[in-house]
C-alpha cells in the first residue's frame, strides 16, 4: 500500500518526494477534486495526504471524499508555513472520536 500526496505547494511536494511518496500540486477546487477521485480509484493506494489549506478551503470536497469510505485514509499535514490549528488539536481530535466530551 502506498501513499499520495495533493499539496498546494511544490515545496511540501519536493519534500516528501524526497521521502518516498508520490504527488499532485494543484490550486483549483475542481482540479482537487479530480486528482482526489483518481487517487481514491488507485486501489494500491491506502493513505492520501493533504496540505491544510484544502481542508480551509474547500472543506466540502474534502467531507465528500470521506463520505462512506474506510480506505483511503485522508490525512491533512501543515504546510511549510506550519499549521493553523490550535495546540490542543490532537487531543480534541481523538476525544471527538472516542466520543469523550469535555
Do not use: W
Request: charged share 30%.
Amino acid at each position: 500500500m502506498k501513499m499520495y500526496l495533493i499539496s498546494d505547494n511544490i515545496d511540501t511536494c519536493t519534500g516528501m518526494r524526497l521521502a518516498g511518496i508520490e504527488g499532485a500540486v494543484v490550486h483549483e477546487k475542481e482540479e482537487l477534486k479530480a486528482e482526489l477521485n483518481r487517487a481514491m480509484a488507485d486501489k494500491d493506494i491506502a493513505v492520501v495526504v493533504l496540505t491544510e489549506k484544502f481542508g480551509q478551503e474547500f472543506p466540502e470536497v474534502i467531507a465528500e471524499a470521506r463520505q462512506g469510505r474506510s480506505l483511503p485514509l485522508l490525512i491533512e499535514i501543515p504546510d511549510r508555513h506550519g499549521t493553523t490549528r490550535g495546540e490542543n488539536f490532537i487531543t480534541s481530535y481523538v476525544n471527538e472520536a472516542i466520543g469523550v466530551k469535555l
